[in-house]
């Protein structure tokens, strides 16, 4: 029969195994091999990524991000919150071109939107207008909001035709209601 203390931390190691392996200095931010090549696909993309949160967190929540690349773009445009750059006087809601499937802090992410060819420049336009009126750009809270996945609960309000429902872990996503 197993002594409780040992049951206990038998019960424990996988909290304490998956902070251990999130240390934000030494986490890759490699792609994940999701998203295509946009050198060689020219057809306009959508997609939406979802991984665990930093740390502890993922126990309970994902982070979430939208990349764009229009018709014949070469680099997709990566939109995320990031609340760390609140602290450094810069607005959280980062736009700028990069990686659109990396991992997020040693996280694996999972696509949950994957939009392509026909419309989708259109979408990327809305996306991109509606990013610009987000109300939220300069504040965060981890909970309840508003945080890194009310910019893409946000984004889906404003541009209905994107269809994007975000899984149960966006924890966040009601702050847009």
Not at 18 to 34: F, K, L, M, P, V
Not at 54 to 79: C, E, M, S
């Amino acid at each position: 029969m197993m002594k409780p203390k040992h049951l206990l931390l038998l019960m424990l190691l996988p909290l304490l195994t998956a902070c251990a392996n999130n240390d934000w200095r030494t986490a890759s931010r490699a792609s994940a091999g999701i998203a295509p090549d946009p050198q060689t696909t020219p057809e306009p993309v959508i997609q939406v990524y979802a991984a665990d949160a930093w740390g502890w967190r993922g126990i309970f929540a994902v982070h979430t991000w939208i990349a764009l690349k229009p018709h014949n773009a070469d680099q997709y445009t990566v939109y995320e919150v990031i609340g760390w750059r609140e602290g450094s006087g810069l607005p959280v809601l980062r736009i700028e071109q990069d990686t659109p499937d990396r991992l997020w802090f040693g996280a694996e992410p999972e696509l949950i939107l994957d939009r392509r060819g026909e419309g989708v420049d259109e979408l990327i336009s809305q996306i991109a207008s509606a990013a610009e009126d987000y109300p939220w750009k300069h504040e965060y809270r981890i909970f309840p909001g508003p945080n890194s996945n009310t910019f893409p609960a946000w984004i889906a309000q404003k541009v209905p035709g994107l269809q994007l429902k975000l899984p149960f872990r966006a924890i966040g996503s009601g702050w847009a209601d």
